[in-house]
Antibody
C-alpha cells in the first residue's frame, strides 16, 4: 500500500537550517503533486507548501515564502523541504501528504521540528 | 486570500446523536472542500473530498454537503470511535487553507 515516511526533523537554533525528506513507496510518485503540512504543539493544521507532480510549479504559505523551498526527486521517490532562517514559530510536526482531488489523501506519520535557543 | 471559518470550536455529544460541523468560505470555492478527522498523536485521515464524496473506507455515517460557500460535515449516529478533532480544508487558485478545527468529545 501507499506509504509516506518523513525524516530529517530535530532540534535547531533560530536562524539555522534543516532539510526534511519524505520517502514514498507503493505509489507512482512521479504522477502526484505533493504537499507539506505542519502542526504546532496544541494547535491546528497549517498548509505549508505544494509542488506539482513534475516540479514545474510550487506555492507556499506567506509565512514561509523566501525561507522554505520545496523540491522533489522523482527518480528517488522523495519529496524535500529545505527550511532556512528558521524561527521559533516554525516549531511543529511536519507532515508530507499526497495531493488528490485538490485535497490530500495519504499522509506520513510526521517528523517533529523544534526551533529553540 | 480566501479564509474559511469553522464552527463550533468544540462540542460534546452522546453516542447515537447527530452532529454537524460547518465551514464557511469567504469566497466561492466551488466544491473544493475536504474534511479530515485527526486523533491525538496521529496524522489526519480523509473523510470527505470534493464537498460531498466519501473517502475510501470511511463509514457511511459521515456525509458532507454544500450550500453556496457553506459546507457541512454531518455525523449521524455518533460512535465512540468518532472522538477527535475535525478540520475542513479549502482549495482555491493553487493555495490551501485549513479551518480552525472542531474538537468532538463523546459524553
Amino acid at each position: 500500500q501507499v506509504q509516506l515516511v518523513e525524516s530529517g526533523g530535530g532540534v535547531v537554533q533560530p536562524g539555522r537550517s534543516l532539510r526534511l525528506s519524505c520517502a514514498a513507496s507503493g505509489v507512482n510518485f512521479s504522477s502526484y503533486s505533493m504537499h507539506w503540512v505542519r502542526q504546532a504543539p496544541g494547535k491546528g493544521l497549517e498548509w505549508v507548501s505544494v509542488i506539482l507532480y513534475d516540479g514545474s510549479k510550487k506555492n507556499y504559505v506567506d509565512s514561509v515564502k523566501g525561507r522554505f523551498t520545496i523540491s522533489r526527486d522523482n527518480s528517488k521517490n522523495t519529496l524535500f523541504l529545505q527550511m532556512n532562517s528558521l524561527r521559533v514559530e516554525d516549531t511543529s510536526i511536519y507532515y508530507c501528504a499526497r495531493a488528490w482531488e485538490n485535497g490530500m489523501d495519504v499522509w506520513g506519520q510526521g517528523t517533529p521540528v523544534t526551533v529553540s535557543s | 486570500d480566501i479564509q474559511v471559518t469553522q464552527s463550533p470550536s468544540s462540542l460534546s455529544a452522546s453516542v447515537g446523536d447527530r452532529v454537524t460541523i460547518t465551514c464557511r468560505a469567504t469566497q466561492d470555492i466551488d466544491v473544493w472542500l475536504a474534511w479530515y478527522q485527526q486523533k491525538p498523536g496521529k496524522a489526519p485521515n480523509l473523510l470527505i473530498y470534493r464537498a460531498s464524496n466519501l473517502g475510501s473506507g470511511v463509514p457511511s455515517r459521515f456525509s458532507g454537503s454544500r450550500s453556496g460557500t457553506e459546507f457541512t460535515l454531518t455525523i449521524s449516529n455518533l460512535q465512540p470511535d468518532d472522538f477527535g478533532t475535525y478540520y475542513c480544508l479549502q482549495y482555491n487558485r493553487f493555495s490551501w487553507t485549513f479551518g480552525q478545527g472542531t474538537k468532538v468529545e463523546i459524553k
